[in-house]
């Protein structure tokens, strides 16, 4: 158990899911990776693109686990989405990062 705790933590750092997206002559690697701090109220979404050259570009959004929860204490799955969204976005463009 150690030793897979080490392997997660030093080796996949907190990434929780890998996508191939194909699409025409695009060929993109996706890596979705989140982490919280201990004792703290916010929640960190990186979102990692590498393409066909092998180039990668990264966005990221920290917010608190307050602004996806209704009053009810349910999750508001259309706040997450649209937040994922802008960060694919972001990041599918075409044009260059400065």
Do not use: C, P
């Not at 590498?50 to 990264?58: A, C, L, Q, T, V």
Request: net charge positive; aromatic share 10%; proline share 0%.
């Amino acid at each position: 158990m150690g030793i897979l705790t080490l392997y997660t933590t030093f080796k996949e750092k907190g990434v929780f899911v890998v996508a191939k997206e194909k699409s025409g002559n695009i060929n993109r690697v996706w890596e979705a990776r989140s982490y919280v701090k201990k004792h703290d109220d916010k929640y960190n979404l990186v979102l990692v693109m590498r393409d066909s050259s092998g180039k990668s570009r990264e966005a990221s959004i920290t917010k608190s686990f307050a602004n996806f929860i209704d009053t009810n204490g349910t999750i508001v799955q259309n706040l997450v989405v649209n937040d994922i969204t802008k960060l694919y976005n972001s990041l599918s463009s075409e044009k260059k990062e400065k």
